[in-house]
C-alpha cells in the first residue's frame, strides 16, 4: 500500500459542497471532494497497487488544468485505471458545482 | 403507441441489484426523511485493513440510514457488496450493532422503530477475522433484542448474496425478501467443495448453486418470506409492508419443534431434490429456479 500526496495551490476558487462518490471494490476507488480550509487544493491518495506515483501526478496535472476549485481530495483506491480515475473525479465535481 | 405499449415493464422498470449500497438504502425511504449516520466524511474506516496493505473505505462498506418508511420510524443499514465482499470488520459490525441497539432503546420507550438489513455479504471479513466473529454474535443478540418490539426485515437482492455468519442475522429476522438471482446459505459453494469435494458440491455448477441456494428455492421451501422481482419500487413496497405488520407472532428461528421434525422426517436413503422439499416442507408447488 502506497500513501501520495499532491498540493495544487493554484485552485483558489472557493467551494461550499462536498461530494462522496465510488466504492472501493476491484479497478474502482472512492472520493471524498469537500471545501479547503485555506488556499489552494489538496490531494491525498491511498491505493493498494504500488508505484504508480507518476501516473497519479499526470492524472491529477490534467484535472487541475481544467478544475479551480479549493477542494479537500482523499482517495482509496483499489487499482482504478487513470481512465476510471478521471471518470470518478468528474463525477465528483458534477456533484459539488450542481 | 405509448412506450409502455413498446418496451416491455422490466426494461422500464429501475433495477434494486444496479443500485450501490447507499443507493439501496435511500430508495427505501419516504421522500426527504432520509438522514445517513456515520457517513464517509465522518471518517471511521477499519484501522486493520491498512496495516495488511488493503486500501480502507472511508464507511467501512456500511451504510446507516435512518427515516421514515410509509410514514413510521426505521433504520436501514446497507452492506456494500463491492468493498471486500460486504465482509463484516470491527467497524462496520459495530456501527450495526449500535444501530440495531439504538432502534431498540426508540422501541423501548414508545417509538416502533424497525431495521431492514440489505445484506449482500460473505459474512466475516477475514483480515478481521476474531473482531469480525464477535461483531456477528453482537449483531444477532442486538437483532434479537430489537425483533421483540418491531420487526427487523432482511433484505437480499443479489448479486453478492448472503453467506457466512451474516446468514445467521438473515435467519433470526422477522422477514426475509429475496430476488431470483440472489442466494442465502451458511456456506457458500466453494466453501461447501473445498470442505467436502467436488463430489458433495460443484461450485462451478450455476444451475445446482441456485437451486439449493437461490432465492426461489429458499422462499420454496419457507426460509424466506417473499420473491420479490429486481425492482425498486416493489422492493420497497415489500418492505413498507411488513413494517406495516410489525414482528410476526412467532418467529421462524423460534419454531425448533418444527424444524427438528422436519429433520427428522427426512428419507436420505435416496438424494433429496429440490422441488420435492418446497411441497414437503412448505406445500409449495412452484418450480422456478430449479432443473
Redesign the interface.
Known sequence: ?EQIEFDYPAAKRRMTK?A?VG???SG???V?M?PAGGDGAHVSI???VNGFQDSWKAVFDRFFSKFDGAVKI?I???GATPGSVLLRLEQAVEVIEQ | MSTSEIFPAFVNRKSFIEL??RARARSLFDEGTAKELV???DRVQSPWL?IQ??????DDGCIVIKGKIGGLPAVVISL?G???GGSIGEVSGAKMTAALDLATRDSETGKKTAAVLLLETGGVRLQEANLGLAAIAEVISSILALRRHAPVITVVAGTVGCFGGMSLAAGVSSYVVMTKEARLGLNGPEVIEQESGIDEFDASDRALIWAIHGGEQRVGIGEADALVEDDAEKIASAIRGYVQAGPPSEHRSEQVKLNRDRIAALDTSTQIDPISLRKKWNGNTTTGGAR
Do not use: C, H, I, R
Not at chain 2, 53 to 58: E, N, R, S, T, Y
Open positions: 500500500m462536498k462522496y466504492v472501493v471494490g474502482d476507488m472512492e471524498l469537500e491511498t491505493t493498494s482523499q482509496n483506491d483499489a | 450501490d449500497g457517513g464517509p466524511f491498512p496493505g488493503v486500501a480502507p473505505q472511508a456494500e463491492a468493498f471486500q
